[in-house]
């Protein structure tokens, strides 16, 4: 057993704002050593997502208590029999780990596992095992990783290790933020010379594409969100086209691709107002499961358009960080001007508050 401290989140949909109302707690929690398969992370950096805030108000209903943070990166402390990853190897950690034998595993990333899916929705590790304790009851893991913690013991399948000169905080943004919006740039959207693709929606997801498809020469980006002070975020990245949504369809903004990265049906229905006729609107958000949108289907089959949603990027991570590492090394995708703000493990409920306000980018726990 390891000591470790950890951000828990005891109950879901507390009222706002948290930092009254403060469903999570910080606290000590026993951490079991890996077992085959697995490592012991010591956690350097974690990144806040949409996707915990959407565990906190019960977008994405979890089962609680549950260790949050699915965003991070950290140095490989102890392995597991089985483990082909050294100790002191850093890792970035990614929240759906591969089993590698389903057959969605066999689409390249197209589809999510299938046992990966299931133990992220149960909270539990891949093998469907508990490591985390707390006075001797059990705490669930979110998405394989609960990254706000001090140590994290994670299926191997949710780690790609990278190089030592990527920091910690930038790692740790290549595990979902990178990911997701880069991959739905890079495996998706696949932009050549020439197009323009429009991003709606820019916290870290968001935000992500944007610099991705910027590392695409000659490919236009168009980045649009309801908050002014997002538009001039995206401009102080090189982005030379920023509207509201209300601007964007005013201006008659129709693009060959949109990628909606914000997670309610108003911004897909914004996505899709926007994509051009032959285009593709590609949807990475995570609205509640209830959330419904209204299409004219006679739109699409007319104007050949298609509607895609990507789960990470549609992304296989062993293949794909690699990827982002050498764009990033090349100068080519400064992942570090996404983190808004460095803050510490007790300023979750806080963080939690101005992600629900939307004026964060990526906040980053460092530890
Ligand atoms: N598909 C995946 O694998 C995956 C992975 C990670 C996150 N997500 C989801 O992606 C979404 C974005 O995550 P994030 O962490 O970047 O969120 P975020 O909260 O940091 O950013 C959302 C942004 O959308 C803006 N916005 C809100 N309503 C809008 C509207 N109607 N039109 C335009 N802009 C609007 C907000 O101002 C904010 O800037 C969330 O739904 C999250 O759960 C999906
Ligand atoms: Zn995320
Ligand atoms: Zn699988």
Sequence with gaps: ??????????????????????????????????????LLVRVEAAGVCHSDLSVVDGNR??????????????????????????PGQRVVLTFLPRCGH??????EGLTPCEPGSAANGAGTLLDGGIRLHRAGQPVFHHLGVSGFATHAVVSATSAVPVPEDVPPSVAALLGCAVLTGGGAVLNVARPVAGQTV???????VGMAAVLTVLAHDGVEVIAIDQLPEKLAAASGLGVQRTYTP?????????????I???????????????????????????PAPDARISLSPLGFVAEGRSLIGSYLGSSVPARDIPKFVALWRAG????????????????????????????????VITF
């Design 1 to 38: 057993m390891v000591a470790i401290r950890g951000a828990v989140l005891e109950r879901i949909g507390a009222p706002r704002p948290y930092a009254r109302s403060r469903p999570i707690t910080v606290s000590e929690l026993e951490l079991a050593p890996p077992g085959p398969g697995e």
């Design 198 to 204: 429009a991003v709606v929606g820019l916290g870290g």
């Design 246 to 258: 209300q601007q964007a369809v005013d201006a008659g903004v129709r693009v060959p691709m949109v």
């Design 332 to 363: 080519q995708l400064p992942v570090q001007q996404l983190v808004s703000a460095t803050i510490t493990l007790d300023a979750i409920n806080e963080a939690m508050d101005r992600l629900a306000d939307g004026t964060a980018v990526r906040q």
């Design 102 to 107: 389903c057959p969605a595993c066999a689409t």
């Design 61 to 86: 209903v979890r089962p609680v208590p549950m260790l949050l943070g699915h965003e991070a990166a950290g140095i490989v402390e102890a392995t597991g029999d089985g483990v082909h990853i050294a």
């Design 260 to 286: 909606e990265a914000v997670g309610h049906p108003a911004a897909l229905q914004t996505a899709i107002d926007l994509t051009a006729p032959g285009g593709r609107t590609i949807t990475v958000g995570l």
